[in-house]
């Protein structure tokens, strides 16, 4: 039986964490907690940096270190072996974001790859992950969406991407490491999502290699998950899929209502919710085709997917299940469930603190807009200090 409170247990969810860390952890999600402050640090942040203030130190120091893994995998490897001891393995991510040029996009390319094979040799670390606009440009990533004509220039630099793509998943083949390939906007997001099942088409034949995002704050994503997992089934093809709630909620309601079209968004946070909850139970039914990564800060979609393995007589550890969260949050999940024994992954940001920045910027503004997020994480940062006696 599922233990209702297991998510309770600070001893075990911070135990990681050295006193001074859990100190600062509390402070920063008291800082995260004030919308306003939010807003004028992000500002100052980026103003800081655009002017190359001497910054640099204070991020490391504070948010930086909190919500990243390092300046490069290197660093990384501390933490990869610590949270290893611990039965939570790793996700290397290369968290660059917003380049525009062919050089950044090939040395992405690049670094995903050197990381699969990285992933390949160290059993902590079962996945390489990497953003579509990771490896091209957002606005041909657009145009292709809205399936509009590429001049010469354009298509060349389609193929490009697709030829990114395609060399980055057959290493995660040749080396049996999973791929996860996240989501982002959905003005952009068809043509991100036929490369990606392109990719599965290819490699997934045997078994999901490829992994392809699904956003649950998107009302159509179990229509969506329908249709593709019937096209794999004809085609003779398996299917991986992370499942989250989505990071771009406001952008996305505020497009919506500037371009004067339908947002794409459910209406409410429940039906998010419920969107979510069933689109982890599609996938349950039909493990034998698709294979499943939880991406979820949400305690009641944690505790549902462990009740339905449970009703199924899964394996807490069935290598076809996975649950995920975000270096620096939700460790009260995290921890608690590798300690039952589940496939549980932390996915650790890194790279330069100046590159790192927007991704830092998104994950600050998310968990403001986040209700009960912020809080919660506060309410069980403050049990442990009690229980600890600082």
């Known amino acids: 039986m599922v233990s209702k409170n297991c998510f ?16 600062r952890a509390y402070f920063l999600f008291k800082m995260i907690a004030n919308e306003p402050l939010v807003r004028i640090g992000t500002a100052a942040t980026r103003f800081a940096l655009n002017l190359h203030l001497p910054v640099e130190g204070l991020i490391r120091s504070t948010v ?47 670094k995903v790859i050197e990381l ?16 579509p606009t990771g490896l091209g440009r957002f606005k041909i990533w657009q145009k292709v969406t809205a399936g509009e004509a590429l001049n010469e220039a354009e298509q060349a630099e389609w193929e490009r991407i ?4 395609d060399a980055t998943c057959k290493v995660a083949f040749n080396c049996n490491v999973v791929l996860l390939i996240d ?30 995002t699904l956003q649950c704050y998107r009302h159509d994503r179990l229509e969506y998950l329908k249709a593709r997992h019937k096209r794999a089934k004809e085609n003779g093809y398996k299917l991986g899929f992370k499942v989250v709630r989505g990071a771009y909620m406001e952008k996305e309601n505020e497009r919506a209502e500037e371009k004067g079209y339908p947002s ?6 429940q039906a998010t919710d419920e969107n979510f909850n069933a689109v982890v139970r599609y996938i349950m039914d039909h493990l034998e085709d698709i294979h499943l990564f939880v991406g979820s800060h949400n305690e009641q979609s944690s505790y549902l997917a462990m009740e339905i393995m449970e009703q199924k007589g899964l394996a807490k550890n069935d290598p076809r299940v996975w649950f995920g969260q975000l270096y620096g949050m939700s460790d009260h999940i995290t921890y608690n469930m590798a300690a039952e024994g589940y496939n549980v992954a932390k996915y ?20 403001t807009s986040v209700a009960g997020q912020t809080s919660r994480e506060l309410t069980l940062l403050k049990k442990e200090k ?5």
Not at 13 to 22: I, Q, R, Y
Not at 353 to 364: E, G, S
Request: aromatic share 12%; glycine share 4%.
């Open 386 to 390: 009690a229980r600890r006696g600082i």
């Open 183 to 212: 989501a982002e906007e959905s003005w952009m997001q068809d043509a991100a999502d036929a490369l990606a099942e392109q990719m599965m088409e290819t490699y997934n034949r045997e078994k999901p290699i490829v992994y392809d």
């Open 64 to 110: 930086f270190d909190h919500f990243c893994g390092g300046v490069n995998e290197s660093d990384c490897l501390p933490t990869v072996d610590n949270l290893y001891a611990a039965g939570v393995h790793s996700v290397l991510d290369y968290s660059v974001e917003g380049k525009e040029a062919d050089t950044q996009f090939d040395k992405t390319k690049e």
């Open 162 to 165: 697709a030829g990114r793509y």
């Open 264 to 269: 794409p968004i459910c209406s409410s946070k």
């Open 116 to 131: 699969t094979y990285f992933a390949r040799d160290k059993e902590a670390m079962p996945f390489s992950v990497f953003k």
């Open 8 to 23: 309770e247990d600070t001893e075990t969810a911070f135990k990681l964490k050295s006193d001074s860390e859990l100190e």
């Open 348 to 367: 650790i940001p890194f790279g330069p603190v100046k590159d790192v920045m927007p991704y830092l910027i998104r994950r600050a503004e998310e968990n």
